[in-house]
C-alpha cells in the first residue's frame, strides 16, 4: 500500500532533550516536506527537500534541522525542543513538483 | 512568508445545499490546491490547478484558478454529511515551497 508513514504518532517530552520525528514514504517521491499545524491555523512549512541531499527552509524553520541522505526518509530533528514546538506535525511526499501526500502525523508535547 | 486569506472561518448547512468557499492572495501563485483534513488525519488533495483561468471538477466538487493568479475557489455542490471537516487551500510560487490557508471548517446538518 501506498503510503507516508511517521514515527512516532505521539511523543511527550522536556524542554532540551533532543529528538528526532522519522518520515517515510514508499512511493519513489523526490519532493518531501514537513509542516506543523497549531490549532485554528493551517499548515506551515518547516522544510522541504526536491531530492537527496537536497533541503530548504519553509516559512517556520528555526529550531528545526533536517537531512535526506536516502530518497524514502526525511527525518525531523530538534535539537533542543521547547514548549512553543508543542505541535501537530505533518510529513508529505510527492512525485511532481505540487501535489502531496501526507502522513498521519505526530502530536508532540513539550513541556 | 507569504499569505492567504481563506473564507469563510466556518460554514454550517443543511444537506443538499452547495457550498463555496475561497482564498486570496497578495502574491502571485503558479499552482493552487485544495485539500480536505478529517479528525485525527492528515489532509488529503482534491483538486490540483496548474493553469490561470483554469477550472477542474472531481466528482461533486468544482475549483478555479484565478485568472490574476492571485486567488482560487471550491464549490461543493448537494452536500452529503460525509463532507464535513476542514478544507485548506494551498498557494505554490513555484517547486517546493506551500502556503496553506487557514482553513474552512464545514458542518453539514442531516
Known amino acids: 500500500e501506498a503510503q507516508v508513514t511517521q514515527n512516532p504518532r505521539y511523543l511527550i517530552t522536556v524542554t532540551g532533550k533532543k529528538l528526532t520525528v522519522t518520515c517515510s514514504q514508499n512511493?519513489?517521491?523526490?519532493?518531501m516536506s514537513w509542516y506543523r499545524q497549531d490549532p485554528g491555523l493551517g499548515l506551515r512549512q518547516i522544510y522541504y527537500s526536491m531530492n537527496v541531499e537536497v533541503t530548504d527552509k519553509g516559512d517556520v524553520p528555526e529550531g528545526y534541522k533536517v537531512s535526506r541522505k536516502e530518497k524514502r526518509n526525511f527525518p525531523l530533528i530538534l535539537e533542543s525542543p521547547s514548549p512553543n514546538q508543542t505541535s501537530l506535525y505533518f510529513c508529505a511526499s510527492g512525485a511532481g513538483k505540487y501535489e502531496q501526500y501526507f502522513g498521519p502525523g505526530t502530536r508532540l508535547t513539550v513541556t | 512568508g507569504q499569505q492567504l486569506n481563506q473564507s469563510p472561518q466556518s460554514m454550517f448547512i443543511q444537506e443538499g445545499e452547495d457550498v463555496s468557499m475561497n482564498c486570496t492572495s497578495s502574491s502571485i501563485f503558479n499552482t493552487w490546491l485544495w485539500y480536505k483534513q478529517d479528525p485525527g488525519e492528515g489532509p488529503v488533495l482534491l483538486i490540483a490547478l496548474y493553469k490561470a483561468g483554469e477550472l477542474t471538477s472531481n466528482g461533486r466538487l468544482t475549483a478555479q484558478f484565478g485568472i490574476t493568479r492571485k486567488d482560487s475557489f471550491l464549490n461543493i455542490s448537494a452536500s452529503i454529511p460525509s463532507d464535513v471537516g476542514i478544507y485548506f487551500c494551498a498557494g505554490q510560487p513555484g517547486a517546493g515551497k506551500s502556503t496553506f490557508g487557514d482553513g474552512t471548517t464545514l458542518t453539514v446538518k442531516p
Open positions: 512511493m519513489n517521491h523526490e519532493y
